[in-house]
């Protein structure tokens, strides 16, 4: 994907006033809220999407999950961005 | 029961509710997608009534609550409403004309909870807007009312509905959504129900008027990619295949009208013979399951030929029930728009006398949505 280099790993990702991450009790998944939109979220881009507070900076997000599942850090950093370029197409993340 | 019988397919919860808060509305748009016979003010839910429904909405698992009208603006228990939906975990979104609204009323709807704004806008061009609303001064207040949104830091859409005398700028009103801060925006070219059914012969375009402006909107999704996310609605008399009206009948969404009855979708009261519930009398949980309207075409028994063996049917559905029945006289066959359908032709028939149509559309051709007096008794 051509604007995964555009992402900085400085940048801040947040969820914008609109787009809420939602654990759905009656289905008992989890869920993001968009304007007209409901995305199924898997556990791992959960656990991304907890992190995007608009503080953390991508960088020490993709450090703190590569610690936490033991992974390897090009790996989670490739998800990571994968993850939140396509979400800041549908302008669900704001970077 | 026999061994072979296959388990029925349990019904899902519904995702949205659409809620009809008032059908008292100071515009006048001739697509309105309100029914003809328009709901009065006395008769219409009380604040608890609708904090009942809301709480009962989440319960069975909805998601999205579409707060609408009319327009709900005119509604003074609005900033109330919308602190329940948030007290009880539903995404809000206010589907408004802007007209009503202040920039206090916004502010306090924002702190509310209010999650998003869908403002309608009825063309790109001022006194071309003002004349289809049928109200002088709504597209300079509409342009405050978004100003307003983004000041109070809530997330707007832009809605266009697409017709004749707008189709000339459906590409200049995209880029007009993103001026005016939006990060959506519905290009919706108008379906033929209700009001706009009544209006199409003022409203319809030719198909050389659609193809360009449904190309130029296409072409824009790159020009505005990661900018504004466009929705864009084609219109159906030219299609080969029906939409998926409502995702399917009572599969993800139901409506609840201002006097409390529930709808699969807002035209199913042109259905004959179809019994709604009204949330008076039973919990949005037992209509949902329960009311006859919404198993009359829920899943896939009902359908005939050539739904019936067609691959597609759990695709579109078989199209739209209130359409079959419009064009067609049963709401039972295949949406017209479909190819397959033995009455295609109708559809071609009335496509084909707007070939020749201009834009120009004078005021005296619409009729404009609006209230009907009520007569003393």
Redesign the interface.
């Known amino acids: 994907m051509s ?1 995964l280099a555009t992402i900085s790993d400085q940048a801040k990702p947040r969820l ?3 787009v ?1 991450l ?1 654990h ?4 008992g998944e989890w ?1 993001l ?1 968009a ?2 939109r ?1 995305l199924k979220t898997n556990p791992i881009a959960v656990e991304i999407l907890k992190r995007c507070d608009g503080t953390a900076t991508l960088s020490e997000i993709v450090d703190d999950l590569a610690a936490k599942f033991n992974a390897e850090r090009d790996r989670v950093d490739a998800d990571v961005k994968a993850l939140l370029s396509e979400l ?4 669900m993340v704001d970077l | 029961m026999n061994a072979l019988e296959t388990t029925p397919t349990p019904i899902a919860a519904p995702v949205g509710i659409l809620a009809e808060l008032t059908h008292r509305c100071p515009l006048g748009c001739p697509y309105c997608s309100n029914p003809i016979e328009l709901e009065q003010r006395a008769g219409e839910l009380e604040t608890h009534d609708w904090m009942r429904v809301f709480s009962e909405a989440a319960a069975i698992g909805i998601l999205h609550a579409h707060l609408s009208g009319g327009e709900p603006a005119a509604r003074r228990d609005l900033v109330e409403i919308v602190a329940h939906c948030k007290k009880v975990g539903l995404y809000t979104n206010l589907i408004t004309s802007g007209i009503g609204l202040t920039q206090e009323r916004l502010k306090q709807l924002a702190d509310a909870g209010l999650d998003h704004v869908q403002l309608s806008i009825q063309d790109a061009a001022p006194e071309s807007a003002d004349r289809i609303a049928g109200y002088k001064g709504a597209f300079a207040r509409k342009m405050d009312v978004a100003k307003w949104v983004n000041e109070a830091g809530l997330p707007l859409t832009v809605n266009a509905v697409i017709h004749r005398a707008n189709i000339a700028r459906a590409g200049r009103m995209v880029e007009f959504a993103v001026e005016l801060g939006a990060r959506r925006v519905e290009i919706a070219h108008t379906q033929y129900y209700g009001w706009a059914l009544v209006n199409r012969k003022a409203l319809m375009p030719s198909r050389a008027q659609v193809d360009k402006a449904v190309a130029e909107v296409e072409a824009l999704r790159e020009t505005y990619a990661g900018k504004i996310v466009i929705d864009h609605v084609i219109p159906d008399y030219y299609a080969r295949y029906p939409k998926a009206c409502m995702g399917g009948w009572a599969k993800r969404t139901l409506n609840v009208n201002p006097h409390g009855k529930v709808l699969p979708c807002h035209a199913a009261e042109t259905i004959p013979g179809l019994e709604f519930w009204n949330v008076r009398d039973h919990s949005l949980g037992d209509i949902w399951f329960n009311a006859p309207a919404f198993n009359a075409f829920r899943g896939t028994e009902w359908m005939r030929e050539p739904c019936r063996s067609c691959p597609r049917k759990t695709v579109d559905f078989g199209g739209c029930r209130c359409q079959a029945l419009a064009l067609t006289g049963d709401a039972r066959n295949a949406d017209p728009i479909c190819h397959l359908s033995p009455h295609h032709d109708k559809v071609s028939e009335i496509a084909a006398t707007f070939d020749e149509v201009d834009e120009n559309v004078p005021a005296s051709d619409y009729n404009y949505r609006m209230l009907k007096t009520q007569v003393p008794a």
């Open positions: 604007n914008p006033r609109g809420h939602k759905d009790e009656t289905r869920l809220l304007p007209e409901v800041a197409a549908k302008r």
